[in-house]
T-cell receptor, first 116, second 112 residues
Framework: DADVTQTPRNRITKTGKRIMLECSQTKGHDRMYWYRQDPGLGLRLIYYSFDVKDINKGEISDGYSVSRQAQAKFSLSLESAIPNQTALYFC???????????????FGPGTRLTVL | GESVGLHLPTLSVQEGDNSIINCAYSNSASDYFIWYKQESGKGPQFIIDIRSNMDKRQGQRVTVLLNKTVKHLSLQIAATQPGDSAVYFCAENSYSNYQLIWGAGTKLIIKP
């Protein structure tokens, strides 16, 4: 969805390097998410944010951190990248809903990260 | 533990035929289910959703069926077209859990 953009689209880095993946959205949504996708597996939630001051850990937050700089921006950082963090990373957004899982999520195009 | 899984990792269908993609879930507390389509090189795209108070919901060329008795969800695509080639994911959610739980995906291949 062109309303959700991710940079970079591809990144190759070395073990131990700090990496930041950025996500921006023009949909005006309050909620933003970071997912990781590995071959043969579904998406797994890393972090999610209900608004600028509300950030929550997901299923696999270890080794990752996030920053919600503004309603439209949500970045994911790998403080010290390791090879098993090689994956496809997706950012998503959703509107506010009574229960967040009920809100349709809109995804960015993904960032392919390779850690050597 | 809680999980959402798919019976078939790959499904090949003749163009013009109907496609049926299946999904099993194990969390009996799940009451909301979603299907997403992921084309090559793109992020997942919402197709259709269904709440547990329904057993069928129709969209444009797609129908989702929910059988709570056997914890089974299916996505039916009518008159499959080449543009339907993608990986299809089911995901589930329960009222007490803010997170979507995703299945592993089924790759749909359209034969000309």
């Amino acid at each position: 969805d062109a309303d959700v953009t991710q940079t970079p689209r591809n990144r190759i880095t070395k073990t131990g390097k700090r990496i930041m993946l950025e996500c921006s959205q023009t949909k005006g949504h309050d909620r933003m998410y970071w997912y990781r996708q590995d071959p043969g597996l579904g998406l797994r939630l890393i972090y999610y944010s209900f608004d600028v001051k509300d950030i929550n850990k997901g299923e696999i937050s270890d080794g990752y951190s996030v920053s919600r700089q503004a309603q439209a921006k949500f970045s994911l950082s790998l403080e010290s990248a390791i090879p098993n963090q090689t994956a496809l990373y997706f950012c998503a957004t959703s509107e506010r809903a009574r229960t967040s899982g009920r809100a349709r999520q809109f995804f960015g195009p993904g960032t392919r990260l390779t850690v050597l | 533990g809680e999980s959402v899984g798919l019976h078939l990792p790959t499904l090949s269908v003749q163009e013009g035929d109907n496609s049926i993609i299946n999904c099993a879930y194990s969390n009996s507390a799940s009451d909301y289910f979603i299907w997403y389509k992921q084309e090559s090189g793109k992020g997942p795209q919402f197709i259709i959703d269904i709440r547990s108070n329904m057993d069928k919901r129709q969209g444009q060329r797609v129908t989702v069926l929910l059988n709570k008795t056997v914890k089974h969800l299916s996505l039916q695509i009518a008159a499959t077209q080449p543009g339907d080639s993608a990986v299809y994911f089911c995901a589930e959610n329960s009222y007490s859990n803010y997170q979507l739980i995703w299945g592993a995906g089924t790759k749909l291949i359209i034969k000309p």
